[in-house]
């Protein structure tokens, strides 16, 4: 009898969500695979001979969530560094940034909101170049579409003043950002951006994070940056990355890269945060309509070689004028290639938040995959957050239609497009559910499926995402309370938590309750976190 070549492990006495047994409580690995799924009793047979048995003592296991938009190294820079995502007020952030720049660490930060703080306003050039002690310091807001920095990196910068966005004082947008970031990321040693970059994966590792899609590109990181990840992430255990290329025609680059699209954040329009997602009707708080960054010719032609090339294309895309020009590239595509050939390549849009009912259908009519952002909903929608200020209430109450777009069968798959909302996948699903706006609400287990599923199947890998026999044993191992089925419409969660309606249940993600903790994250059968909790 020959040796068995895989490692075997039997996880019992647990929930198991999957759709191949809904009332599943255990599942047998054999290498990179799941080969069984079922009940305690039938487990028995399988404990003798398995090389690991793991007592699930009541955790649950689902599949793994994939977050579709991350920019892993300024995450890791943000989680390591200088991070203002939550700082209360303007002063508040300079104590910080001066505390930052005397220990002397990489003079990169993120996350600033103005629109938060009691002075209304960020730090002048006088103000920040005082905290930051001479350094050449770059701080992203918290949408990443424009930038304060330090007299010290505007010097470093050539021909800076030339650029587009440029103000001699205040935050910088448009070329005059991408300038000054690429000159802030060129001071980053290797060591500094692997630092950040596994610090980026650990913290995804741990949050039951299997996958991950970088958005890397010219604009917003570099080739180098997209490379290293690429090697880190396959050098060493944790979840897997899959790399975009957004650049304009780039599709050899993409591909000399290693990426599997040439998409991502290839920019359209910027952020709604820094006026400069692009409008048909000007903003409620600035006499103007944004910034467009392509035409739609330009991505008809995008769009057009990359289906050609054989090759996922895909933009980012905020404001209801730059979804128009995706939308009209797209169909011109379609029209020069016929429209099998476009819907086949899945190409996608990032954040795809200004859509109406006539956007919807067309996202469904010519194939496209929505990979959206929840968390940019709970952070800024609602009748007072940042989207009514920038856009009024009624304008902002049409932001990110998730309902609308599942009913007219368009595929999501969500992100959180960190370090612009942090990694955190059950807040994600939460956001989805529990909506601003309560008809733009999905059910949790929509939702969860989309932050899962929806990711690899935004790859074009349909079998992934989901606990079945065959299906790689890709999963992670929850803490949670009861499981529920939670969905908008009343009625669908009351008979869905009869037994009869064979649907398993999810943790309660109610606003308030606390959060699922993950115990262990598996990715094709290695495990790449482990809490220690585990028998």
């Known amino acids: 009898m020959t040796e068995r070549a895989f490692r075997t492990a039997l996880l019992r006495g647990g929930t198991v969500y999957s759709p191949a047994d809904p009332f599943?409580?255990?599942?047998?690995?054999?290498?990179?695979?799941?080969?069984?799924?079922?009940?305690?009793?039938?487990?028995?047979?399988?404990?003798?001979?398995?090389?690991?048995?793991?007592?699930?003592?009541?955790?649950?296991?689902?599949?793994?969530?994939?977050?579709?938009?991350?920019?892993?190294?300024?995450?890791?820079?943000?989680?390591?560094?200088?991070?203002?995502?939550?700082?209360?007020?303007?002063?508040?952030?300079?104590?910080?940034?001066?505390?930052?720049?005397?220990s002397g660490g990489v003079p990169i930060g993120h996350g600033w909101d103005e629109t938060g703080w009691p002075e209304g306003r960020p730090p002048t050039l006088a103000e920040l170049d005082r905290a930051a002690g001479g350094a050449p310091l770059y701080l992203s807001r918290t949408d990443v579409h424009s930038a304060l920095a330090s007299s010290a990196l505007r010097a470093s910068t050539p021909g800076?003043?030339?650029?587009?966005?440029?103000?001699?004082?205040?935050?910088?947008?448009?070329?005059?950002?991408?300038?000054?970031?690429?000159?802030?990321?060129?001071?980053?040693?290797?060591?500094?951006?692997?630092?950040?970059?596994?610090?980026?994966?650990?913290?995804?590792?741990?949050?039951?994070?299997?996958?991950?899609?970088e958005c890397a590109g010219p604009e917003i990181s570099s080739e180098r940056d997209l490379v290293?990840?690429?090697?880190?992430?396959?050098?060493h255990p944790g979840p897997e990355v899959?790399?975009?290329?957004?650049?304009?025609?780039?599709?050899?680059?993409?591909?000399?890269?290693?990426?599997?699209?040439?998409?991502?954040?290839?920019?359209?329009?910027?952020?709604?945060?820094?006026?400069?997602?692009?409008?048909?009707?000007?903003?409620?708080?600035?006499?103007?309509?944004?910034?467009?960054?392509?035409?739609?010719?330009?991505?008809?032609?995008?769009?057009?070689?990359?289906?050609?090339?054989?090759?996922?294309?895909?933009?980012?895309?905020?404001?209801?004028?730059?979804?128009?020009?995706?939308?009209?590239?797209?169909?011109?595509?379609?029209?020069?290639?016929?429209?099998?050939?476009?819907?086949?390549l899945r190409h996608r849009i990032e954040h795809a938040e200004a859509l109406d009912d006539k956007a919807v259908a067309a996202f469904a009519e010519l194939g496209l995959v929505a990979s959206v952002q929840p968390a940019f909903d709970a952070a800024w929608g609602g009748p007072d957050g940042m989207y009514a200020q920038r856009l009024g209430a009624e304008r902002a109450a049409g932001l990110n239609p998730f309902a609308a777009l599942l009913r007219a069968g368009v595929p999501l798959a969500f992100g959180s497009d960190a370090p612009v909302t942090a990694l955190d996948p059950w807040g994600t699903v939460r956001a989805a559910a529990f909506h601003r706006t309560p008809e733009h609400r999905i059910s949790v287990r929509a939702a969860f499926a989309a932050h899962?599923?929806?990711?690899?199947?935004?790859?074009?890998?349909?079998?992934?995402?989901?606990?079945?026999?065959?299906?790689?044993?890709?999963?992670?191992?929850?803490?949670?309370?009861d499981l529920?089925?939670?969905?908008?419409?009343?009625?669908?969660?009351?008979?869905?938590?009869?037994?009869?309606?064979?649907?398993?249940?999810?943790?309660?993600?109610?606003?308030?309750?606390?959060?699922?903790?993950?115990?262990?994250?598996?990715?094709?059968?290695?495990t790449v976190y482990d809490a220690g909790s585990l028998g």
């Open 228 to 235: 290293a990840l690429l090697a880190l992430a396959a050098e």
């Open 24 to 102: 599943a409580t255990a599942m047998l690995i054999e290498g990179e695979q799941v080969a069984w799924i079922g009940s305690e009793g039938a487990a028995d047979s399988y404990a003798a001979t398995a090389d690991e048995v793991v007592d699930l003592a009541g955790a649950l296991v689902t599949p793994a969530f994939v977050d579709a938009h991350v920019h892993a190294t300024s995450t890791g820079l943000a989680l390591t560094g200088l991070d203002l995502t939550d700082c209360p007020s303007l002063a508040e952030a300079l104590r910080r940034i001066a505390d930052h720049a005397r």
């Open 242 to 344: 899959y790399g975009y290329w957004g650049e304009l025609g780039g599709i050899e680059t993409a591909r000399r890269l290693g990426a599997v699209g040439a998409g991502g954040d290839l920019f359209v329009d910027g952020a709604l945060g820094s006026h400069t997602a692009c409008l048909h009707a000007p903003y409620q708080d600035a006499p103007h309509t944004g910034t467009a960054y392509l035409t739609a010719e330009q991505i008809a032609d995008h769009v057009t070689a990359c289906t050609e090339a054989g090759l996922q294309a895909g933009f980012h895309a905020i404001g209801d004028a730059a979804l128009t020009a995706v939308l009209d590239g797209v169909r011109t595509a379609a029209e020069r290639l016929g429209q099998a050939a476009v819907r086949a």
């Open 160 to 213: 800076l003043a030339e650029q587009p966005g440029f103000t001699p004082d205040g935050p910088l947008t448009r070329a005059a950002h991408h300038a000054v970031r690429q000159a802030a990321l060129a001071h980053l040693t290797d060591a500094q951006r692997g630092e950040a970059q596994s610090a980026a994966l650990r913290r995804a590792a741990a949050l039951g994070i299997g996958a991950l899609h």
């Open 484 to 526: 529920v089925v939670q969905a908008p419409d009343s009625r669908v969660a009351g008979w869905s938590t009869d037994p009869r309606s064979g649907i398993p249940g999810l943790p309660d993600l109610t606003p308030g309750a606390p959060l699922p903790t993950c115990l262990r994250t598996v990715v094709r059968g290695r």
């Open 452 to 481: 899962t599923r929806g990711g690899w199947r935004a790859l074009g890998r349909d079998q992934e995402g989901v606990l079945i026999p065959g299906a790689p044993a890709t999963y992670a191992v929850w803490q949670s309370g």
